[in-house]
């Protein structure tokens, strides 16, 4: 599992790298604990990890009863910037920051990409 922590880890590294909108990331389990970060310092993974989870979880019911389909994502609008959640497979959870003015289609991408890879080392 330590290996894979470490390619789940530079897989955050590396999806801010390639785009200058994303600020931070995480990746958590769909219980609410985290797996590995690159959230800046301060943040706390598990209070994160916990919220990413209930959201995830209340959105999904949401779209279920309102007959929207399944879920793509969750984007929460701050003034200071978007928090972006996904599903990474069937166990966990890709929390991504951006910033407020952010390109949001190339997010996107970048976010697709990331979170098949991130199913592929956990499912």
Known sequence: MSENISELTDLLRNLEAVNSDIQGSAIVS???LPICSALSR?????????????????????????????????????????????????NAILCTLARPDASLGMVFIHIQSVSKKIAALLD
Not at 50 to 67: G, K, Y
């Open 42 to 90: 301060g943040v706390n993974d598990g209070i994160v990890s916990a919220m990413s989870a209930a959201i995830l979880s209340v959105s999904e019911r949401a779209v279920q009863e309102l007959a929207r389909g399944n879920l793509q994502r969750i984007l929460i609008e701050g003034i200071e910037g978007i928090i972006i959640l996904s599903r990474a497979g069937e």
């Open 30 to 32: 769909v219980q609410g």
